[in-house]
């Protein structure tokens, strides 16, 4: 069984993902970013998770496809922790965070996409000066826009039905038993 968790960069995904897993400890927790950076650090020399991002399409497909033979091989209950897309900040393109090429070799029972306001976005985003994260509103609502469509698209394509979160400042627990509701 694999549920994939998806969401834009300081909706809180983690913090949501962190609760769900005290409450569920059967399942395997693996964040995708982190299969890409070991990857990617040892393919391409980058140093840290946000210069993934600064891969060219092809370096990026390249990293993508290692990590899909891996999550391929995954038995049991998993979560996969990811992004629904990755914007290139250098070049203003959107990357699929899950393209066909990975998501057919995957059994996918349900996608959840983990959300906020977009103002609180930004403000979470500015307040974390541990990533490299662009806070401007407009770039995070197109952001939000892309990923909502992308899985609906992802959905179509593997058969998942979709569940959408919205994590609002203040109400984490709330988003926590959405989620744990769906494990």
Not at 51 to 72: E, N
Not at 124 to 147: C, F, G, V
Request: with cysteine.
């Amino acid at each position: 069984m694999m549920i994939i968790i998806m969401g834009l960069p300081g909706a809180g995904k983690t913090t949501v993902l962190d609760g769900a897993k005290k409450l569920h400890p059967e399942y395997t927790h693996l964040n995708y970013g982190t299969l890409m950076f070991e990857i990617a650090r040892e393919k391409f020399k980058i140093e840290n998770r946000d210069q993934i991002r600064t891969l060219d399409a092809k370096q990026q497909k390249a990293v993508q496809a290692a990590v899909g033979k891996r999550l391929a091989k995954e038995k049991g209950k998993v979560i996969l922790d990811t992004h629904c897309s990755v914007l290139n900040p250098q070049k203003g393109f959107y990357l699929p965070g899950l393209p066909y090429s990975l998501l057919k070799g995957l059994s996918v029972d349900m996608l959840v996409l983990i959300t906020g306001d977009i103002e609180e976005i930004a403000a979470r985003r500015s307040n974390d000066p541990s990533r490299a994260r662009a806070a401007n509103k407009d770039e995070i609502m197109a952001h939000d826009q892309h990923n909502r469509m992308l899985i609906a698209a992802y959905s179509a394509l593997s058969g998942a039905p979709v569940k959408i979160i919205v994590n609002r400042n203040g109400k984490a627990d709330e988003a926590v038993k959405e989620l744990s509701a769906v494990l």
